[in-house]
């Protein structure tokens, strides 16, 4: 098929932003198919909304701006927190099932990405129903949304933010120490972790089970058998129970062979409370899913809510596309430009609003000009006293109304 003037960059902004908005029309629709309805939250929001919340954004990564009666603002670095604040303010309890998707950007400072300070995520949040099937349903929720990008290769790591906590509630550990260990079982650093834990002063046999935290990694038969060895407490064994039904569902769904379990994954927002998990995709470093059952952040706003969600990072995915050669085509051809004499334009003009009326992406120009250089068509309209004709395929087809021209349009969407 012959186009007309093409002359648009591979690499130009313009491809880009076309071949982003195409991925998240993607990530949309797939969140469409479960039963989600987008919504939106306030890119300003009130600095207290976040800083009077246990377990948020720590105070340093908000970006602060001032309005002019002097309150302090913060621009969006959540999104979880506003949609459970709007949901539980609603003067109603929540409804069951409510399904809520959203396409945001949030707003965060960190010295490690000093010069990152925005990025968009579009995430699901599902709130009122607590089950292993719904944890399992969200998951491979997850699990699709990457197949539906065209990834074969990438992993959900499933945890459980209680094993964890039931587990180090038996230590009593400082604020320092805690977060140190943290830190140290986040990054499998097995070297430094035993020398860490003989310094505390707590039982062998829990030092021994806290070791093991970060060896709890694998396929999830493997993970639940070792983690069943160091599980001393019935809060423990409920949870490992819970994981052994959220994998039997996940079965069902057969995303088994993208899931992998890790008893020590760690999610830097404390108020999950239940099952947790990230997606990574090979050629990204960083997690490109984030998410996990948060079922008392609606106590703080007064409203009990169980509730699991998951964002994932638009800029990571479009950025590993591209690694991948992923990204969807973009040429940016249209489909028809029209160029006409001065003196015929009062038939020209009327003409292409009734294209576009029917649907058609095309831009006009007078014939006086110069040919734009920038405007790529697959068929091209040349209207004057003398002649109107439709050039497409390499050829020249005269027509003398409208309804012929419609004619000659549709018959080339037919021989196409």
């Known amino acids: 098929m012959q186009r007309y003037v093409i002359t648009n960059d591979k ?33 300003f929001e009130p600095y207290d909304l976040y800083s009077s919340i246990t377990g948020t954004v720590p105070k340093n990564e908000m970006i602060k701006v001032i309005d002019p009666s002097g309150d302090v603002l913060v621009l969006r ?23 809520l998707y959203y396409v945001l950007d ?27 099937e719904i944890d399992a349903e969200v998951i491979a ?14 992993t959900i790591e499933i945890g459980h933010a209680g094993f964890f906590k039931t587990l180090i509630e038996q230590a009593s550990l400082s604020t320092d120490h805690l977060e140190t260990l943290q830190e140290l079982i986040q990054s499998k650093n097995l070297v430094e972790i035993e020398p860490f834990l003989t310094k505390l002063d707590i039982n062998e046999n829990l030092k021994e089970a806290l070791k093991s935290i970060p060896l709890l990694y694998g396929k999830a038969e493997d993970v639940i058998g070792r983690a069943e060895e160091i599980a001393n407490h019935e809060q423990m064994k409920e949870i ?12 069902a769904y057969d995303v088994e062979d993208h899931v992998v ?26 997690p490109v899913v984030m998410g996990g059952r948060y079922d008392h952040l609606g106590d703080q706003f007064e409203k009990s809510m169980p509730a699991i969600g998951f964002a994932v990072e638009i800029d990571f995915v479009v950025h590993a596309l591209n690694q991948q050669h992923l990204l969807p085509e973009q040429d940016g051809t249209i489909d028809l430009l029209i160029r006409y004499s001065k003196d015929v334009q009062e038939e020209a003009l009327p003409l292409a609003s009734s294209l576009r009326n029917q649907g058609f992406e095309l ?5 006086e000009t110069d040919r734009p250089e ?32 419609y004619a000659l349009l549709q018959d080339g969407k037919e021989n196409h």
């Open 106 to 132: 949030v707003f965060r400072q960190s010295e490690e990405q000093n010069n990152e300070k925005e990025r968009t995520q579009a995430g699901i949040e599902l709130l009122g129903e607590n089950s292993s």
């Open 77 to 99: 670095p959540d999104v979880t927190i506003p949609i459970t604040r709007m949901t539980a303010s609603n003067g109603q309890n929540p409804a069951m099932n409510q399904r």
């Open 261 to 286: 379990f890790n008893l020590g994954l760690i999610n830097n927002m404390n108020y999950y409370s239940g099952i947790i998990f990230q997606g990574f995709i090979d050629v990204i470093g960083k």
């Open 363 to 367: 831009v006009t120009y007078r014939l």
């Open 374 to 405: 920038t405007i790529a068509a697959k068929k091209e309209i040349i209207i004057t006293k003398d002649e109107k004709k439709l050039i497409q395929n390499n050829k020249h087809h005269s027509f003398a109304g409208i309804n012929e021209l």
């Open 240 to 251: 490992l129970n819970n994981l052994k039904d959220v994998f039997e569902l996940l079965r």
């Open 141 to 154: 929720l997850a699990v699709h949304t990457l197949k539906d990008l065209g990834f074969d290769k990438f």
């Open 11 to 43: 690499n130009s902004y313009v491809e880009d932003f076309q071949a982003r908005d195409k991925v998240i029309d993607q990530v949309k629709h797939r969140f469409s198919t479960y039963g989600y309805k987008q919504i939106r939250t306030r890119t």
